[in-house]
């Protein structure tokens, strides 16, 4: 099961509709059915109930449906936090150099270092 895969599921679940779905997804409805039929068969169970008009989620499709959304989720907030930067190295930098070079160099150096510390 990939997070793609879903994404496919909860979308189809929300529309109910293989195309509006796929749409939502970005992908061809052939991908977005051929990638939930394959989940379906990896599971072993219906995830919907299909007819020629229209998808139902089947009962225990919603369940899945519902918990696939919390992963979608948490799948997002893992990325927004490492995005943020929340959990950068934030100890002391110790550099060392000699005289002559710390001299030259630093000057130049520390103030860059201060500002990029800074965003």
Known sequence: MTLTEIKYVVSLAHFK???????NCNVSQPTL????????????????E?????????????????QAQCVLDKASATTDIAKSGEHQLN???????????????????????QSARDN
């Open 50 to 66: 299909r007819s020629q008009s229209s998808v139902c989620v089947a009962p225990l499709g919603e369940k899945i449906s519902q």
């Open 17 to 23: 509709h293989f195309g509006e779905a796929a749409a």
């Open 91 to 113: 100890s002391p930098l110790h550099i060392g150099t000699t005289f002559s070079i710390g001299l030259c160099l630093f000057p130049h150096f520390i103030p860059s270092l």
């Open 33 to 48: 059915s051929i990638a939930v039929k394959k989940l379906e068969s990896a599971l072993g169970i219906d995830l919907f």
